[in-house]
């Protein structure tokens, strides 16, 4: 079951994320058979809402350094794929399927995650970064000569989130507190959802909603920590 959807504590740029990749997990999921289908519109609406209330920000003096770490991600992202796909070929048949095992996880993000919205591929590369700590990818990584890229994407975004969350905190966030009624409706389709999956595995057996159970779980676990 999904234990806990109380993210009050959690920041506003991160709760973003949070839902974002929560996006990508039910987009994953075959929504007729689950019988989720219904909510996965109400759903994607508050989350394009919240991104709009986020981007009323006016522009501030981190405007600027915001568009220059973002074209460093963007820079070090495309080049840690590009050098994997360069590896797949590669004629020491070990180093190949090293650049395939990081391919594999690359291909969960979707094509040209350097295209999407600026929360939303901030939650993308933060769990990039998360699954390739696993001692096999970490490996794998060494061996296609990729590590340099993705500590250098790592500072990147780092750099990223912490200013971005400084331009939030100075303009007190978004005018007339509309990101605030944004969030606040994405947290009731949100639980709206959580609650519909608890209730179908009740009735259909928990085995049909365990891969999403668990990813959800998993999400708010490493956001609330």
Request: hydrophobic content about 40%; aromatic content about 8%.
């Amino acid at each position: 079951m999904i234990h806990r959807t109380d993210l009050r504590k959690v920041r506003q740029m991160e709760y973003f994320q949070v839902m974002a990749t929560i996006k990508r997990f039910l987009e994953a999921e075959n929504l007729t058979e689950l019988e989720l289908e219904r909510l996965k519109p109400e759903f994607d609406t508050a989350l394009e809402e919240l991104d709009k209330a986020l981007k009323g920000l006016k522009k501030s003096e981190y405007t600027e350094v915001i568009s220059e770490f973002d074209h460093k991600r963007d820079l070090f992202l495309t080049s840690f794929i590009d050098q994997c796909n360069l590896y797949l070929h590669f004629p020491t048949e070990e180093v190949a399927q090293a650049a395939k095992k990081v391919s594999l996880i690359i291909e969960k993000y979707g094509k040209n995650p350097q295209t999407r919205p600026l929360q939303e591929e901030t939650g993308i590369i933060v769990s990039l970064l998360q699954d390739l700590q696993a001692s096999e990818l970490k490996q794998a990584v060494e061996k296609i000569r990729a590590t340099e890229w993705i500590e250098a994407l790592r500072v990147a975004n780092d750099n990223f989130i912490v200013t971005y969350e400084r331009r939030i905190e100075e303009q007190g966030v978004v005018k007339s507190g509309e990101a605030k009624e944004k969030r606040e409706e994405m947290q009731k389709i949100f639980v709206k959802v959580c609650k519909r999956i608890n209730a179908l595995a009740e009735i259909n057996g928990e085995a049909k909603y365990l891969n999403i159970i668990n990813n959800i779980n998993q999400t708010v676990k490493k956001a609330l920590s």
